[in-house]
């Protein structure tokens, strides 16, 4: 986990079950922006039951979490989401190994106004969620680029470049 005491730390939550073949690509990413080890930066990985993720964001000012999904959108599909501006549709992500899914747990968050003043969401479209460990190559890929992505918006968010519009090339 990268820490810093700053107040302008941004927290990434990665999201999934890494024994679930794609449905683990949202905490792959978060350990590959582990590993740049960028100041002011919170990593957390979350099996992504929704209490959980309202207790973990609880207090934060940015919020960026990745996890996969299921939307009918072609595999390795990069998505990004702005849940302050738009709600998020309750069947994105409709395949999730979790009772209480991410979309769910930002509306309840929205509607009891504890949702973070700033979040966002990258999901990237997976295609194998059965057992085991490793990605379709597709989803690789996409968890090669989202990283990168990913690292790009958190400069831009740490050096005040942006609020709330998309990320680039997103």
Excluded at 98 to 124: D, N, Q, T
Excluded at 136 to 159: D, K, N, Q, W
């Amino acid at each position: 986990m990268s820490t810093n005491d700053s107040s302008t730390t941004i927290l990434v939550i990665g999201i999934g079950n890494s024994f679930r073949r794609d449905d683990g690509a949202g905490v792959e990413v978060v350990r590959r922006i582990e590993e740049l080890e960028l100041e002011n930066v919170q990593t957390i990985e979350q099996s992504g039951e929704g209490v959980s993720l309202m207790a973990a964001w609880e207090g934060a000012e940015s919020v960026i979490l990745v996890d996969a999904v299921s939307s009918g959108s072609p595999p390795g599909a990069i998505h990004f989401l702005n849940p302050i501006e738009k709600e998020i549709p309750s069947d994105f992500f409709h395949y999730s190994t979790h009772a209480f899914s991410v979309a769910e747990a930002v509306e309840l968050a929205r509607a009891l106004g504890k949702l973070p003043p700033r979040i966002w969401i990258y999901g990237i479209e997976g295609i194998d969620f059965g057992a085991g460990e490793g990605f379709s190559p597709i989803v690789e890929r996409s968890i090669h680029e989202v990283a990168g992505l990913l690292a790009e918006f958190i400069h831009r968010l740490a050096t005040d470049q942006i609020e709330m519009e998309e990320p680039i090339d997103a």
